[in-house]
């Protein structure tokens, strides 16, 4: 009863700035995007759906050539017959919350060719169920913040992100109502599994992940987290279909959801000095309740605690 009221008011107080709402206020003012990629290279990680999708296809559209990294060969192969580019829309099979998966990624020769100029962070998953992957590790965390880490990790200790380059992480409004637990993050036992608030956790960890970065790479390349309001897609019609239901006039579809990662890779601000995650092209608080502030572990200790999971 108590968790129905709490997140009532969540939606509630987010609900004009993370629905189609949100996105129409804010494109009012603003020209659309002519963005020109030409000559970039981009990784983007759940690239065969919903958000992923919507990157990758504007990101060839522009001119870059595309790394798209799914686990399903088959929707890899639609999503290069749908570029307008095929030619640059290159697929690269991987799981992202398999270890070996990533790591295997990490040296693929497809990445060889060109060092990264654009990595979007974009796969994510809200797992009503639970379930543990083949290497035993619960499969939200996995694949919302272990696997991305040991892939950037990796990708950063090899040279193949660009200097002058940008990491885009997506994470979730969700993460406004969670601070971060490390002890709660990879909930390898049924019964303390909650699949939205280990999901939010993780988006949390995104933020936090984001700002250890910048302190350690000194904008080279920047890092920057984003996210994408309430979008119209696969996995919120999987794993929130009430919420859909409720809402479904008023969510975002793909390329609005899309816009910001565009925005950020056409801008590449330089990464905010105090923190912040962007929504609609604007840099918000990364926290808008006090309870999330409080935790008793730093970004080093998440670093720590991620660096010791992946082994
Ligand atoms: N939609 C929203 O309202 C919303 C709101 C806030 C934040 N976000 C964030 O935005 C990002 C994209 O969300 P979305 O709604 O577009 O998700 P989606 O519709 O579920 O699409 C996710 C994509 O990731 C792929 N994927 C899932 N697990 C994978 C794995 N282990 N390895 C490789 N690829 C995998 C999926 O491919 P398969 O078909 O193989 O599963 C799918 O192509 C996520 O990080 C999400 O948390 C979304």
């Known amino acids: 009863m108590l968790r129905n009221i709490a997140s009532l008011f969540f939606y509630a107080r987010f609900l004009r700035a993370f629905s189609a709402l949100g996105y129409r206020r804010a494109a009012r003012d603003r020209a659309p995007l002519e963005p ?25 559209a522009g001119g870059a050539r595309v790394l798209a990294i799914g686990r399903s060969e088959e929707k890899l192969e639609a999503l290069k017959a749908r570029s307008q580019a095929p030619e640059r829309m290159i697929p690269v099979q991987a799981d992202l919350s398999l270890i070996a998966s990533v ?3 990490a040296e693929a020769a497809e990445l060889s060719m060109a060092a ?34 040991v892939l950037t990790e990796a990708l950063k200790e090899s040279g193949r992100l660009a200097a002058d380059g940008i990491v885009i992480n997506v994470s979730s409004g969700g993460m406004y109502g969670s601070p971060l637990r490390l002890e709660a993050m990879n909930a390898t036992d049924p019964e303390s599994f909650d699949g939205m608030a280990a999901y ?39 794993a929130l279909p009430g919420f859909r239901l409720a809402l479904r006039r008023l969510l975002r ?59």
């Open 36 to 60: 020109d990629f030409t000559g970039q290279t981009w990784l983007v990680s759940g690239a065969t759906g919903g958000i992923g999708q919507a990157i990758a296809l504007a990101a060839t």
């Open 103 to 105: 790591r295997e990624l």
């Open 116 to 149: 990264i100029d654009v990595l979007v962070n974009n796969v994510g998953v809200l797992l009503n169920e639970h379930q543990l992957t083949s290497e035993h590790l619960e499969t939200s965390f996995a694949t919302n913040i272990l696997g991305p880490f």
């Open 200 to 238: 939010a956790m993780h988006k949390r960890a995104m933020v936090v992940l984001t700002g250890w970065w910048n302190d350690q790479w000194q904008g080279l390349p920047a890092v920057h987290v984003m996210h994408p309001g309430w979008v119209d897609t696969e996995g919120v019609q999987t």
């Open 253 to 311: 579809n793909a390329d609005q959801g899309a816009d910001t990662v565009l925005w950020l890779a056409q801008q590449r601000p330089q990464p905010p000095e105090e923190g912040g995650i962007w929504l609609d092209r604007s840099l918000q608080p990364e926290h808008e309740f006090s309870f999330t502030r409080r935790s008793r572990h730093s970004a080093g200790d998440l670093v720590d605690y991620l660096k010791q999971v992946a082994g």
